[in-house]
């Protein structure tokens, strides 16, 4: 099949002009313009987008597709550690049927947008066999794991997560591990999930550094965050080095970590992480919703330090216009583009593509369109020069009109 638009962008090149791509099995065969493609030996069935940006589907980093009906619960809290309060106590109101329908919601949105991955935590992981076969969005699902409340040994939950993990069936998604925060794990229950990734071969992810209160609590043993959590843990590792700090002292740094936040930083912390090959997600309307300082994102990219961006939560998203949030990679792009103007909307582009795929392991099969590349593809109306494209996609707000996960049109998968 070829697919002919005004402009096809790979992201990873150049854009180009009455451009086209062939798909075959699932994946880009070619990428060039449609004179070449239409006349060589991809002439076979062929679909033209008309006025229309062609790019890869976008890469979502960090969501709870659990928490997707929780938009507009909470209200934004005055303290970090009120709004983990909240979160708790509204998830204990929920049934197994209320999480299911949220996740499958949360999967319609996302494909709605254009988002045909994502990094997802899994609080509910019983939910995935019957979840994962109901979607065509290609998802990461990361089991969360804690113990700090239930007290659980944590040999006993990276056992039976890894056991979890691996009796998922293998396919277009996929699952890893997410220790909670540091915070919300004890070291050990950090160390062991970490070794059991590698293991593995899979993602890890872990909120880190996420606000200033944990900031605080780690470094100086002091705070709100410290005061809630003294009766619930064991505070002999705060007051000793940054969160980031603690995750390398336990060996979690690595390339297969998705380092979630990271919106406080320490002296050297940024090269630690580059250091590492260790990704960062930054989730800038949940950033903005808890009215974190400014994202250090200068400082994490001069160290090397790659960068790539996810949702969140709705639970933790404002509403916008009196309308509740929906999961839109485009709205992230355009709330940092607004808190970040001297950033190019290519480099943005790329934190929500090239950048997300290297995140997850899948560089070179996601985020670009070249041949061999996996066919998810997003499509957008678009009548400008095509020099303005990636403004476009940044700054205005597009409309897919074609979502496509490994060749299969999926635009009808969703309202």
Not at 223 to 252: I, K, N
């Amino acid at each position: 099949m070829l697919l002919r638009a005004r402009i096809v962008l790979p992201v990873g090149s150049p854009p180009v002009d009455n451009g086209a791509v062939a798909v075959a099995d699932g994946r880009l065969a070619a990428v060039g313009r449609w004179e070449e493609l239409s006349r060589g030996a991809w002439g076979g069935p062929a679909r033209d987008l008309g006025e229309a940006v062609l790019l890869p589907g976008l890469i979502n980093a960090h969501c709870h597709l659990e928490y997707t009906r929780m938009a507009g619960g909470l209200p934004p809290p005055r303290h970090f550690s009120d709004w983990l309060k909240g979160i708790l106590a509204y998830k204990a109101q929920w049934s197994y049927t209320e999480f299911a329908e949220s996740w499958l919601e949360g999967a319609r949105q996302s494909l709605a947008a254009g988002i045909t991955t994502v990094a997802d935590i899994a609080a509910v992981p019983e939910l995935l066999p019957d979840v994962w076969p109901a979607t065509p969005l290609r998802v990461f699902s990361l089991l969360e794991l804690t113990n700090v409340r239930n007290r659980r040994p944590a040999a006993d939950i990276v056992r039976e997560s890894a056991a979890r993990v691996a009796a998922l069936p293998a396919g277009r998604q996929q699952a890893g591990l997410s220790p909670h925060a540091p915070y919300s794990t004890t070291p050990d229950l950090l160390r062991l999930a970490a070794r059991e990734a590698r293991q593995l071969g899979c993602p890890l992810a872990v909120h880190a550094a996420e606000s200033a209160e944990e900031f605080e609590m780690f470094t100086q043993a002091r705070g709100r965050l410290f005061d809630w959590l003294r009766g619930q843990r064991d505070m002999s590792d705060c007051g000793r080095e940054t969160p980031v700090r603690r995750l390398a002292a336990l060996g979690v740094l690595g390339p297969n970590l998705l380092a979630v936040h990271v919106n406080c930083l320490g002296a050297g912390d940024a090269e630690l992480l580059a250091a590492h090959r260790a990704s960062v997600v930054h989730c800038p309307r949940s950033h903005a919703y808890f009215n974190h300082p400014r994202f250090p994102f200068g400082e994490l990219a001069r160290a090397g330090v790659n960068l790539c961006l996810g949702t969140d939560s709705l639970a933790s998203i404002r509403k916008a216009g009196g309308k509740l949030p929906k999961l839109d990679l485009f709205a992230e792009m355009r709330a940092l583009a607004d808190a970040q103007p001297e950033l190019p909307p290519r480099e943005i582009l790329r934190l929500a593509t090239v950048n997300g795929a290297r995140a997850l392991g899948r560089e070179g099969q996601l985020g670009v369109l070249r041949p061999g590349s996996l066919a998810d593809l997003v499509a957008a109306p678009f009548s400008g020069p095509l020099g303005q494209a990636e403004d476009f996609l940044v700054h205005a707000e597009p409309s897919p009109c074609l979502v496509m996960v490994e060749g299969r049109d999926v635009s009808g998968s969703h309202p």
